[in-house]
């Protein structure tokens, strides 16, 4: 009888934790959703665990960074994951994140944004060799499956119930720090933090700092912050079933704050980070894209087994896997915020090179002065002159026109 058996894989494997999916890249990477189906894309599927994601938002006067730390707890919060909120007013905090619409909910009339949301779902009449064709999409769709509850449906216009979030607190899943600027000692805040991933391992740990240098943080300096985050990414490292989404105070997402890299020097120290720039103080950009809010700038992608970030293999809106095949590059991102949902979309302009209207007429900046253009011309200028004719007696009259018009057609420079 021989002594070598053969192996056999064990059928039941072991089921993964809700809301956590396996990387495409790599079978011992799981990633969680940030609740933001298009963010979870241009990150290669979701944030892995073990990883921390910082966002910045130069803008003073919107939030949306802080809009993205709502999705990331929202999101914690439905697949029964464990959070942590530091922040001057954490319970304020969560008590205003958005939720999943019910199903027994009353539909509304749908007003004129929803009407331009929904023009996808209904079929248009075109020529019949286009209708094999893929539509024209500028994001991606939910992600969410019954089997992992992997991604919700969010809606802003829904907040989440009072009743989960007091029961929440009261098990345990949530918990806050609060940051007292009288108090702040960064090496406490770690050791609290530390503590917190150390009490239960079987469960991921959702840490979110929604504004990391605002007021409630005193007078943070620039050395304090990168030691914190610093600090922050070496925890997880060294417990893997944690996770972190850290916003970062308006004031500080400048280079006029840090200096020059300031942006490139945040991007080295965490494993993800995104720039959102809103176009509310930039009345050009604006009008040249009317149905974004803003630009999306990629510092640092997360790779935590990997030299290459899963992003530039699977990520749809970053378009790098097409145009390995021929296509032109990274595609450019942009971001809006319906009534519903911020999503991510690739920015492009809109039919007429992003005039949404047809123009017929010229507009008033074509509109050039003649005596303007003949002085500041320094091509050769052309002249026309008529032949002469030899005038009849009878035909005095029309001699003179003739005449008349030898005067009148002769100029320095003419507009073809």
């Known amino acids: 009888m021989s002594s070598f058996k053969r192996k056999v894989t064990n059928k039941q494997a072991t089921l ?16 969680i959703s940030t609740g933001i189906p298009s963010l979870d894309d241009v990150l290669g599927g979701g944030l892995p665990l073990s990883c921390c994601l910082l966002v910045t938002a130069p ?3 919107s939030s949306y960074g802080e809009l993205i730390q709502k999705y990331f707890l929202a999101e914690g919060l439905a697949c029964r994951h464990r959070l942590c909120v530091v922040d001057g007013q954490p319970k304020h ?7 999943i619409p019910g199903q027994t909910k009353q539909q509304v009339e749908k007003t004129e944004s929803d009407e331009e949301e929904d ?20 994001t991606v769709s939910s992600t969410l499956s019954t089997t992992d509850s992997y991604g919700h449906p969010f809606e802003l216009s829904i907040r989440a119930p009072t009743s989960l979030i007091d029961d ?13 600027p009288t108090k702040l000692d960064v090496f406490n805040l770690i050791r609290q933090l530390e503590e917190k991933l150390q009490s239960d391992a079987s469960t991921p740990l959702r840490i979110c700092i929604p504004s990391l240098g605002s007021p409630f943080w005193g007078d943070i300096t620039k050395r304090e912050l990168l030691f914190f985050l610093h600090s922050l990414k070496s925890l997880l490292r060294k417990y893997p079933h944690g996770c972190a989404s ?21 991007g080295w120290i965490s494993d993800a980070a995104l720039s959102m720039s809103a176009f509310s103080g930039d009345i050009s950009m604006s009008a040249t894209f009317p149905k974004h809010h803003g630009l999306v700038q990629i510092q640092s992608l997360p790779c935590p ?3 290459v970030a899963p992003s530039d293999r699977f990520s749809v809106l970053r378009g790098l896997v097409s145009s390995s095949s021929g296509g032109s590059g990274e595609n450019n991102l942009a971001f809006k915020c319906t009534r519903k949902k911020l999503m991510i979309e690739t920015l492009h302009l809109d039919l007429e090179g992003g005039v949404s209207e047809r123009r017929t007429t010229a507009s008033v900046s074509e509109v050039f002065d003649t005596k303007s253009i003949a002085a500041t011309a320094t091509g050769a200028s052309v002249k026309i ?5 030899i005038e009849q007696p009878e035909q005095q009259e029309i001699g003179k026109v003739k005449k008349a018009k030898k005067k009148s057609v002769a100029f320095d420079v003419y507009d073809f």
């Open 385 to 389: 002159e008529l032949e002469e004719v």
């Open 168 to 180: 929440a607190f009261r098990s345990g899943q949530l918990s806050s720090l609060t940051i007292e």
């Open 93 to 99: 905090f969560v008590r205003d994140i958005m939720w």
């Open 246 to 266: 850290v916003g970062l105070s308006p004031h500080l997402s400048t280079d006029n704050w840090g200096g020059a890299g300031w942006l490139q020097k945040l």
């Open 59 to 61: 803008d003073l006067h």
């Open 16 to 31: 993964p934790v809700p809301g956590t999916r396996t990387s495409p890249a790599s079978s011992s990477v799981t990633t």
């Open 119 to 138: 023009t996808s779902d209904h079929k248009v009449k075109i020529a019949w060799r286009y209708e094999q064709m893929k539509p024209f999409q500028t």
């Open 305 to 307: 087994t990997t030299l």
